[in-house]
């Protein structure tokens, strides 16, 4: 599995703090890998002359 490292805004913090709950790693980790997906998707239409 890949490691990345991510910046984020003191604003986070302060909001995650509020939230320890939260598996704030697989929040990010799920739009990382939704993204791709709607990536992925985006360019199959492409390829096929959809869009």
Do not use: H, Q, Y
């Amino acid at each position: 599995m890949a490691t990345i490292t991510v910046s984020m805004p003191d604003r986070f913090n302060r909001i995650k703090k509020e939230f320890p709950e939260i598996n704030w790693n697989g929040v990010m980790k799920a739009g990382i890998l939704k993204r791709l997906d709607e990536l992925k998707k985006f360019e199959e239409l492409k390829t096929r002359g959809v869009l």
